[in-house]
Structure formats: structure tokens, C-alpha cells
């Protein structure tokens, strides 16, 4: 067999815009690969083992944990992070709203909050409130800031399912 | 916690894949979404030696439909299933189901065929699985065999898959035109495994599939249930000897916070609310 199991691979990623080449360990998850390797540490581990949705992602475009993804597994893949999507202007609005809604109160969830919504938003499909909830709802937040939160992605979405 | 040490293998091929289980067999898992798998190593109840990444195996991605039956990849993503018309056109009863599979950031990674695989008694595809009658094709580097779904669960987090072998995929049969279906669960926290649930599939005839989750060691065709409610008239209300019939299907365990009893209890509210919300759905 010309491929052998390793315990450490070359990962070759897009972040946030950036084409990044690295060695990592096999056993290393992808949050720590952005936080370890690549010094963004805007994304948090909180439980780590899939629960509390602190170290989402998007990858080729779609929310994930970070902590339930190898590092390895991103080879090819496109990475987006708070980082990059503070930087781009694309979670300007969610952030605004939150900043005016005191919605981030440690801000330990917050960039986990904010890319959950930011895929909720994207659509601009209407969402009742009790949905928006649901859909958030794979997010925890130990300030328990929910209410403060739902009305910052509510009012975001309003916004922009009145656009056209 | 941080995951243990183990080697990483990715096979370009499906018989690289299956020539890969086969050569190290205990020590190897399979790695797909890895939602539950990887969970499952950060809080150190698993260590596998290997783990073989079939992800890039797009063969397995796949849902098609072929005359009356259904084909679902093993390696079919739940935001994949939710949105497929194909699924909703002929298996609506998994579209139902879906949204209660967790979180949106793990449906976007966890598979069909994951989910299968880890056989939580508690989760939702492998009940609707059992309930729409399916079976799964599983493959090795010596061929491949199906199974039915109702014969893969054997027990807590047991299938019968051996060493070497992966599921492929999944062929499930259209629901027949004029069937009913629906779907409930009881959990505490939307996205949690339920403390209960109920996958149910009416015949035209009104020939009820019940399949009970989280009530027994594994996703639980309830035949006593079904017979015993065989020409009742709904909507059902205190019905005489459904406690008795379900005691006789299921065999809950008590676990912390929720007692076999508090199940029964669950499970009997579930089959009033779930068989009585159905009659309203339009038949397929």
C-alpha cells in the first residue's frame, strides 16, 4: 500500500484568505491547529469534545466545531475564522447589533455566537423567533446573555429579509 | 480534552479503504464526520490505533433513487438528507426526523452512514432506519453483504459490523403511496439525545411500524405496540393495555435523572401524541 497511517501529515489549507502549509501532529484538532500553529486565537475551545459550540469555523463555507475536526482533515479546505470574517466586513452588521444590544458580555462564546448567526443570516430566509432560537441553540453561552443575543441575530435578520 | 495519540491514514479509493480495514482490523477505525467518533476520543472512551479517513471517498456521498428504493451513502452529510427532494419525496419520514439530529454546525459534518455505525439507541436515523424497513449494504476487501436494519442493532453502541468491514450505503424502501408517518421526541435541551422518541410509518392499510428510541438497548421495533393498536379508532385516548404492550416491547434502563419508569411513561405520551398528530398529516 503506498499510503501508510502517520502520526504526523502536511496540511495545506486556505485561512481566511491565506494559503498555509504546515506539519501537525495526526491527533491535533483544527482549533488547536488555528490557535497553536497559525496564532488566531480568536476561536475558543470551551468543552472540546462538541458540545458547546465556542470553536466554530466555517469550512468551504459552512459552520463547524473545530474541536470535532482534525487539523489533517482540512487539507484542501477553505477556512474561515472570526479573524478573517471580522476583517472582510462580513459579520459587520451581527457585530454591530451585538455591541449595541450589550449581546457579548465576556465574549468567550461571542465568535462562536457570531459565525452560527452568520450562516442563520446568510440565507436572509425569515425565521420566527422561536427558530432563530433553535438554530442558536447548539451555541452555549455561560453568561446565559441569550435574550441580549436572539434579539441581535433577530434584528439582523429582519434587516436583511426586508432587502431585497 | 485533547485527543490520544494515533496514526492517520487517508485511501484514495474504496479498496484502498476496505484493503486498509481489512490489514489492520481491531486497531483501525473508520473516520467520517467524526462528530460523534472524535467526541468520543476527547473524552477518552475510545483509543484507536488508526483511524482511516474515508471522507474524500465520494462514491459513498451519494443519494439516488432507483424505481422504489432509495440509496443512501454512507458517507451522505445530515444537512445533505434534510434537503434532499429525493428524501422527501419518498422517505419523508427521515426528513421529519432530521431536525432533531443535534445542532446545524453538526449536521453539516456528521454522516448517514456515522450515525449508523455508533448506534446510540438514542438517536433518530437508525429508528427511522428500522421503521421504514432498510437495509445496509456492508462491504470488505471479501466482498460485500446486506443486512436489515431491524438485524444490524444489537445492543448499546453494537452492530453487527465485523472487523474490516464498512457500511456503504443504505436502500430504503419508498414509503408506499397513501402511507402516514411522523416523527417526536422528548429531550430536555433541543439538539440532546431524547430521553424518548418515536418513528412511526402507518400502511395504508393502517399496519403500524413503531420504532422506539431511547427505550432499550437499541432503536426498538415495538410489534406487541403496533398489534394491540391494530383498528383502534383515533384519536387515540386512554387506550386499555398500551402501558402493558409497551412494557412488553421496550425494556428501559434506569439511567441518572431519568428512571425506566419515567421512560415508559415518555414513551406511552409519545405514541398518543405522535399516532394522533399523524392522522392529520396528509397521506403520501
Known sequence: MTNEPKHSLTVECTVNGERVRREVPARRHLADFLREDLELTGTHLGCEHGVCGACSVLVDGAVVRSCLMLAVQAHGRRIETIEGLSDSGALKDLQTAFIERNAAQCGFCTAGMLLTAHQLTASGEAMTRPEIREYMSGNLCRCTGYHAIIDAVEAVLRSKSRTP | ?284
Request: proline share 7%; charged share 20%; with cysteine.
Open chain 2, 1 to 284: 480534552m485533547k485527543y490520544p495519540d494515533f496514526a492517520y491514514v487517508r485511501p484514495a479509493s474504496l479498496g484502498e479503504a476496505l484493503d486498509c480495514l481489512q490489514k489492520y482490523g481491531d486497531s483501525a477505525i473508520p473516520l467520517a464526520g467524526g462528530q460523534s467518533l472524535l467526541a468520543t476520543l476527547a473524552m477518552r472512551l475510545s483509543s484507536p490505533e488508526i483511524l482511516v479517513d474515508i471522507t474524500g471517498l465520494t462514491e459513498l456521498s451519494e443519494i439516488a433513487r432507483e424505481g422504489d428504493t432509495i440509496r443512501i451513502g454512507a458517507l451522505v452529510k445530515h444537512v445533505q438528507l434534510l434537503q434532499s427532494p429525493i428524501v422527501r419525496g419518498a422517505t419523508p419520514l427521515f426528513t421529519a426526523a432530521l431536525p432533531h439530529v443535534a445542532h446545524v454546525a453538526i449536521r453539516n459534518r456528521g454522516t448517514f452512514g456515522g450515525s449508523l455505525a455508533f448506534a446510540d439507541p438514542a438517536a433518530e436515523l437508525p429508528a427511522c432506519l428500522v421503521a421504514l424497513g432498510g437495509t445496509l449494504v456492508l462491504g470488505s476487501s471479501a466482498g460485500r453483504r446486506e443486512i436489515g436494519a431491524e438485524d444490524f442493532f444489537t445492543g448499546l453502541l453494537e452492530t453487527d459490523l465485523r472487523p474490516g468491514e464498512l457500511i456503504l450505503e443504505a436502500r430504503v424502501p419508498a414509503q408506499a403511496p397513501g402511507s402516514r408517518w411522523n416523527f417526536s421526541e422528548l429531550s430536555r435541551r433541543h439538539g440532546d439525545f431524547p430521553l424518548a422518541g418515536l418513528a412511526a410509518v402507518m400502511s395504508p392499510m393502517s399496519e403500524a411500524r413503531l420504532v422506539y428510541l431511547g427505550c432499550a438497548d437499541r432503536p426498538k421495533l415495538a410489534t406487541a405496540t403496533a398489534g394491540m393498536l391494530r383498528g383502534a379508532s383515533y384519536p387515540l385516548k386512554d387506550v386499555p393495555g398500551l402501558a402493558a404492550a409497551l412494557a412488553e416491547d421496550l425494556d428501559p434502563a434506569d439511567t441518572p435523572g431519568c428512571s425506566a419508569e419515567t421512560r415508559l411513561q415518555l414513551a406511552g405520551t409519545l405514541t398518543y401524541r405522535v399516532l394522533n398528530d399523524l392522522q392529520e398529516i396528509p397521506a403520501r
